[in-house]
């Protein structure tokens, strides 16, 4: 008996079989969704509120993120058989098909290839309504175009510090060259260069692990801890600096659709690995940055290795070479952030172009959806419509405080109302 196979538009192509792809993968791009630029806020969060704080909100709001990722999952699969049961079975929208031989309790032939809406803008379609469809869209587009237009500010903001300091609009234009050409691919076609950067991210944070740690084993904290005047202090910032650190859901779907796996529990599993390893790095990496930096962390941790050194005298001739393998150093840790952001923004530009494509294939059919799968071109227009709006907003206004207390509030939502409100 034949098999049908998984389709989407994320990974839609008639002619280049059907783009499945490992769930180590899948793991990687998990990493690299939650660890754009997040990451770095988390040790002057930590110094704040209190390593035995930051430590706890990290595992709290880790385990609630899986279990938020998990009810998506649990509406994905519970989607298909709403569907039959309303005997829909040529609607759907974003859809994919369930296994003929997949096992299952009794059912019919029709309800077992009726589509099953996987979209997140299918699924608060499904499951909310109109309204709900339209909150969602409202969310994801404030979320990512306010992601997207910090990636691109940090890039260049990276370049202008440690290069020429009046090329911003320049070096914005070399991001788009990167970024563009890599959001117009597929998932599965950026595997190997998402490896790539997701390995340097990992060298980064040892570096920074190893330096950090060095320097507090053999001279002690840089400063003293920040004073606090209650037990609270810092609790109330820390939370949502965590969140945005952890923050994928939106992006649940465009994930598991080309993840080969031999049974549905597998997806969960996944991001449980997902989950539980970016818990250990973010812990290995905050704790020990804030305790050597402490009053004196940055808001960017990684700027605190400007400064770095690790000689008690830099123009002594012995520690010449030591001097300068420092300096190499600290200038990865400071400028690889500018190239971390070049694997996460592609992966935003794919989520946010596939939810525009959805509300637009929805609006020309009056609130309808097709369960016929988008063209390849269409999905490339609606990818370049969200990739290109972020950085020409990077070019006019660079300074991303006020757009990151603005997405910040989108991403608590996405990350922990959305998937609630779904199961409910």
């Known amino acids: 008996m034949s098999t049908a196979t998984e389709q989407s538009p994320i990974n839609f192509t008639p002619d280049e079989g059907d783009g499945t792809m490992a769930p180590a993968y899948a793991v990687v791009f998990c990493l690299n969704y939650?660890?754009?630029?997040?990451?770095?806020?988390?040790?002057?969060?930590?110094?704040?509120?209190?390593?035995?704080?930051?430590?706890?909100?990290?595992?709290?709001?880790?385990?609630?993120?899986?279990?938020?990722?998990?009810?998506?999952?649990?509406?994905?699969?519970?989607?298909?058989?709403?569907?039959?049961?309303?005997?829909?079975?040529?609607?759907?929208?974003?859809?994919?098909?369930v296994p003929l031989d997949a096992p299952s309790p009794p059912v019919t032939r029709l309800q077992r290839e009726a589509p099953r809406p996987v979209q997140l803008p299918d699924l608060c379609a499904l499951y909310l309504g109109d309204t709900g469809y339209a909150a969602y869209v409202t969310l994801i587009s404030g979320y990512m175009l306010g992601s997207l237009w910090c990636y691109a500010a940090i890039f260049a903001a990276a370049l202008e510090a440690n290069l020429a300091p009046s090329g911003h609009v320049l070096y914005v234009g070399l991001f788009a060259v990167f970024v563009v050409p890599l959001s117009l691919k597929d998932l599965a076609d950026q595997k190997a260069v998402q490896t790539l950067l997701a390995f340097g991210r990992v060298v980064m944070l040892a570096v920074m692990l190893v330096t950090a740690l060095t320097y507090l084993w053999s001279m002690g904290p840089i400063a003293p801890m920040p004073k606090r005047t209650g037990p609270?202090?810092?609790?109330?910032?820390?939370?949502?600096?965590?969140?945005?650190?952890?923050?994928?859901?939106?992006?649940?779907?465009?994930?598991?659709?080309?993840?080969?796996?031999?049974?549905?529990?597998?997806?969960?599993?996944?991001?449980?690995?997902?989950?539980?390893?970016?818990?250990?790095?973010?812990?290995?990496?905050?704790?020990?940055?804030?305790?050597?930096?402490?009053?004196?962390?940055?808001?960017?941790?990684?700027?605190?290795?400007?400064t770095y050194h690790h000689v008690h005298d830099a123009s002594d001739p012995r520690d010449a070479l030591k001097t300068r393998l420092i300096a190499w150093l600290a200038q990865f840790v400071v400028l690889y952030p500018a190239v971390n952001v070049l694997a996460t923004y592609p992966l935003n530009v794919i989520t946010f172009g596939d939810a525009l494509l959805a509300a637009h294939r929805r609006f020309q059919a009056n609130g309808e959806v097709s369960a016929t799968p988008p063209s390849r071109t269409s999905v490339r227009i609606a990818r370049l419509v969200a990739a290109v709006p972020p950085l020409i907003g990077a070019c006019i206004q660079p300074d991303i405080s006020s757009v990151t207390n603005v997405t910040g509030c989108f991403g608590l939502f996405l990350c922990a109302v959305v998937p609630g409100v779904l199961s409910l």
């Not at 595992?59 to 005997?87: F, H, N, P, Q």
């Not at 910032?237 to 796996?261: E, G, R």
Request: a positive charge.
């Open 34 to 97: 939650m660890m754009g630029s997040g990451y770095l806020t988390l040790p002057r969060a930590f110094a704040d509120a209190g390593l035995v704080w930051g430590l706890s909100i990290l595992v709290a709001v880790s385990i609630g993120a899986t279990a938020a990722a998990e009810c998506l999952l649990d509406c994905m699969a519970r989607a298909g058989w709403i569907a039959a049961a309303r005997a829909l079975p040529e609607s759907g929208g974003s859809f994919c098909r």
């Open 232 to 306: 609270f202090d810092g609790v109330a910032a820390l939370a949502p600096v965590v969140t945005f650190s952890l923050v994928l859901h939106h992006s649940v779907p465009q994930i598991v659709a080309p993840v080969k796996v031999r049974s549905e529990f597998d997806k969960n599993v996944l991001f449980r690995r997902a989950f539980v390893g970016a818990c250990l790095l973010y812990a290995l990496f905050a704790a020990p940055v804030a305790y050597l930096f402490g009053e004196k962390t940055q808001s960017a941790a990684n700027l605190g290795w400007a």
